[in-house]
């Protein structure tokens, strides 16, 4: 291009980018003329010269003046390009589909480049325009993505939403688009790499999926794509925008709470027993979904809890470390999944006339108690990350990290994560002797009804019983675990005048232990159940 020092030039510049500073605007401009050149050679150096203009591990460039006006018009020459280039792939020969193939992947990197740069600058009308342009571009007439763009796009897409404000302005109708689009990619990869899932999971009440799209109110539904260019990194990418986009509090999630839910579940349903950073972001779905159908859609949601506990089971029975941080991460979103069920739990539990769901749950907590205990000393809660709670005190805490007697002292994220652990076996050993105690109640009327037939039955055992086996264990680190449990175990859990005697004859046996771990915690969950009591 020509110098542009006149008014009237700066003028141009001023309208079409919305840049003062003439250098990088005269930059820019000239980059974006030769990506719409005539020549290969000219939209080929074009591209590679604006990628590395963005690039962030280059020598620092002179990109901190642009904003959303000269975004739009950047994102525009390369949507431009990209249509351009896919065009020419169809029709290309065999002799030139390699190079072909090798120009549009770099216009592909180059949208994700600048995308990445953009994303805290540009406004709504250029988020909903990158929007459209890789929902309508990605997907090919034979129901296959595009594979030279499938890579950088979806993760251009993930990348467009990591700045939260971007996902919390997009219009409804555009939110729709979106989800749909990611949620039809991740049903087909997994209507092509897994089976369905077994017969034992249930459907949740509602539109299934696969009427789902139909339904979507969008101006352009998306076609189904071919599990065959899909790839696992990209379905990743699908979940972390489907992530990103049902996080904010005002995401339209009442339109689309089947759809995203059931396509979460299913993904996890199909996975192995090994966890990584793809279920993390699984699980963080199935919360931000359940923050909404928790009190609105009552049966969804017990019927999620009771499909979603099982796949909970089989990864905590998985082989695991205690320190690794992502597998750490993994399981703070189960926890938080726990405790957001358990009321549903409950009702499933009374509702139900097998005891298919008791079972789960038992099993359950044996796995985290057992996981719990295999931890060293260090990995597990501290009587030094605690502080006692003044009974007397005009105001009580309100801290979640806080019980009867003692509560978790602030800023600690290792206790956190061994307070939540020993908060859920307190949640599922209160469900397990509520279906317990319904167990017995039922056989007590069985045997009403039979008393003219009498017959030997088995003992049921009562949930009590599984505490008082581990409180007996000679085995030190099974003992201290049950009792820093029991604090949590009991915090709910009304036990008659016999039962409660029984435990504290065992915690007054344990008090007495020569190890001072064991007779610290035991001294702890007496003052449990004293000291309320001394106080009222």
Not at 506 to 520: F, H, I, P, Q, W
Request: charged content about 25%.
């Amino acid at each position: 291009m020509g110098g542009l020092d006149s008014d009237t030039g700066e003028i141009k510049l001023s309208a079409v980018l919305g840049i003062t500073d003439v250098r990088p605007a005269q930059q820019l401009l000239s980059l974006l003329d030769d990506i719409q050149g005539s020549s290969i050679k000219q939209r080929t150096e074009g591209i590679k010269d604006l990628k590395t203009l963005f690039d962030p591990n280059s020598p620092a460039k002179n990109v901190s003046v642009l904003g959303d006006k000269a975004y739009h018009k950047i994102y525009e020459v390369l949507f431009q390009a990209v249509i351009s280039e896919k065009a020419n792939l169809l029709s290309a020969r065999k002799t030139t589909v390699a190079t072909t193939t090798a120009r549009l992947t770099a216009c592909a990197d180059a949208v994700r480049i600048v995308v990445k740069a953009g994303a805290s600058k540009i406004k709504l009308k250029t988020i909903e325009a990158i929007v459209d342009h890789i929902t309508q571009t990605l997907p090919t007439a034979d129901d296959e993505y595009c594979q030279p763009l499938a890579q950088h796009y979806l993760k251009a897409l993930s990348i467009l939403f990591e700045h939260t404000p971007n996902a919390e302005r997009l219009k409804n109708s555009a939110w729709y688009e979106v989800i749909d689009f990611c949620v039809q990619g991740i049903d087909q990869y997994l209507n092509g790499h897994h089976r369905a899932p077994s017969s034992s999971a249930r459907s949740f009440p509602g539109t299934h999926l696969s009427g789902s799209t139909a339904k979507s109110g969008t101006p352009n539904g998306h076609s189904q794509i071919r599990s065959s260019s899909m790839s696992r990194q990209n379905v990743e990418d699908l979940l972390q925008t489907v992530c990103l986009l049902v996080s904010p509090s005002s995401a339209p999630i009442a339109e689309r709470f089947h759809e995203v839910m059931e396509i979460a579940v299913r993904f996890l349903q199909t996975q192995g027993n090994s966890v990584s950073q793809v279920h993390q972001l699984a699980f963080s779905i199935v919360n931000a979904v359940l923050s909404y159908t928790c009190t609105n859609q009552i049966s969804f949601s017990q019927s999620v809890a009771q499909d979603i506990v099982p796949v909970i089971l089989r990864f905590w029975q998985g082989k695991t470390i205690a320190k690794d941080e992502m597998l750490n991460s993994v399981r703070d979103e189960m926890l938080m999944f726990i405790f957001a069920v358990h009321p549903h739990l409950e009702r499933s539990l009374m509702d139900e006339e097998s005891h298919e769901t008791l079972t789960i749950l038992e099993d359950l907590s044996d796995a985290i108690k057992a996981d719990y205990t295999r931890r060293s000393d260090r990995d597990q809660l501290q009587l030094d990350d605690l502080e006692m709670v003044d009974l007397g005190a005009v105001t009580r805490s309100t801290s979640p990290f806080s019980l009867h007697v003692f509560r978790l002292k602030p800023h600690n994220v290792r206790a956190e994560r061994n307070w939540g652990n020993l908060q859920a076996i307190g949640i599922l050993e209160r469900l397990v002797s509520l279906g317990h105690q319904k167990s017995s109640l039922a056989g007590k009327s069985e045997d009403q009804d039979n008393d003219q037939h009498p017959r030997k039955r088995q003992r049921i055992v009562q949930s009590s019983d599984r505490i008082f086996f581990s409180l007996k264990s000679e085995n030190e680190k099974s003992r201290v675990s049950i009792l820093q449990a029991l604090p949590f175990i009991l915090h709910d859990y009304q036990l008659s005048a016999a039962v409660l005697e029984e435990f504290l004859d065992e915690l007054r046996s344990c008090a007495a232990d020569k190890r001072g771990n064991v007779a610290s915690w035991a001294l702890l969950a007496i003052a449990r159940h004293v000291l309320p009591k001394i106080c009222c």
